[in-house]
């Protein structure tokens, strides 16, 4: 397969360069809007980065790809095989793919579901494992800022929520032309307050500050000028059962439209686990994945879903504000699995 990334000033342009030296073949592995890092290049014209591919030797891969909807379904089946047959190794000496992707620190029955039938990573085992962690973490999910007013955002001290509150402040008005006002609810910390002003004052939006639920609700009605509210809050430890209470109260009754829960590609795996099921009371929220250039092993980050069940959205991978933000996307995870091994 020939891969190649094409930069232009627009999409149609780049479509263009594509056609011209790869044919109507051509397939489109990825596009987005890329623009120079750092503050300063919040004011230079954006260019799009599209990365094409075309098959030298196409093969026909198996259609069959693991879906959420078959998660539960698979999950009793595979409990039904004996413990030990997909964790051996073969006659011949060499591991079985999941035995490879259990050391790699994916949970075992997710390794199962995702290594079941793929005797080698070749090509065609690469092609059908790739497919699966995609179809498994399914297509990212961002913010919606058509239908979301108000955003919430939780998670562990420690993980980056004020600096990933910041790039997609920076997205929305940028690339989306939105309104948009930040609230913070992080009064423990007073860096954090501080950080979050001056991104505001470099994007020019306001910043209000409140320290409970009561001083939340009195900014409504200023919420009505803005096309999206983003509301950062205090780190809370899953072990702190005060703090823990007092976010389940502010989750409760700040009634906002959608709810990001921050975790760190850092964090192992069982505590991941812990924090997951500690801030179950959130309901319906999106996963974000932060600090992903401070490690080199993504199994949390499929284990985190598997644990939770729920879509991510984001991944961050640095501190630059706007540019080290990306919508979640499966290839970066196979990339680290392949790469791994």
């Not at 026909?60 to 997909?86: C, G, M, Q, R, Y």
């Not at 992707?101 to 793929?118: A, C």
């Not at 995609?134 to 420690?158: H, N, W």
């Not at 009505?224 to 976010?247: M, P, W």
């Amino acid at each position: 397969m020939k891969i190649k990334k094409y930069i232009a000033d627009d999409f149609q342009e780049a479509l263009k360069m594509i056609k011209a030296e790869m044919g109507s073949n051509a397939v489109i592995l990825h596009q987005h809007r890329i623009r120079e890092r750092g503050i300063k290049g919040l004011f230079k014209k954006s260019k799009v980065e599209v990365v094409a591919a075309v098959e030298d030797n196409p093969y026909n891969f198996p259609k069959e790809v693991i879906t959420k909807s078959d998660i539960n379904e698979l999950k009793n089946l595979i409990k039904t095989i004996a413990t030990n047959k997909s964790s051996e190794i073969s006659e011949n000496g060499v591991k079985s793919i999941t035995l490879k992707l259990v050391e790699y620190g994916i949970e075992k029955e997710l390794s199962q579901l995702l290594g079941e039938g793929i005797d080698k990573l070749d090509d065609v085992g690469k092609e059908v494992l790739k497919k699966r962690i995609k179809a498994f973490l399914g297509a990212p999910q961002p913010l919606d800022s058509e239908r979301s007013k108000k955003v919430l955002f939780i998670g562990p001290t420690g993980v980056g929520k004020t600096t990933t509150v910041a790039k997609i402040a920076s997205h929305l008005i940028l690339n989306e032309g939105k309104k948009v006002m930040l609230v913070t609810a992080d009064v423990f910390r007073i860096a954090a307050v501080d950080q979050l002003k001056s991104y505001g004052d470099i994007l020019g939006v306001p910043v209000k500050v409140v320290g409970n639920i009561f001083e939340f609700h009195k900014l409504q009605p200023e919420f009505e000028d803005y096309d999206v509210v983003l509301i950062d809050t205090a780190g809370r430890s899953h072990k702190d059962e005060k703090r823990i209470n007092e976010l389940k109260t502010f989750v409760k009754y700040a009634e906002c439209d959608e709810i990001f829960l921050c975790l760190s590609a850092t964090t192992r795996s069982q505590d991941l686990k812990e924090v997951i099921n500690r801030y179950d009371f959130a309901g319906n929220y999106k996963l974000i994945f932060t600090k992903l250039d401070e490690t080199d092993n993504y199994s949390s980050i499929l284990n985190a879903v598997y644990y939770s069940g729920r879509p991510i959205s984001y991944f961050t991978n640095g501190q630059i504000v706007p540019d080290d933000l990306m919508l979640a996307d499966g290839e970066i995870i196979f990339s680290n699995i392949v790469k791994g091994n």
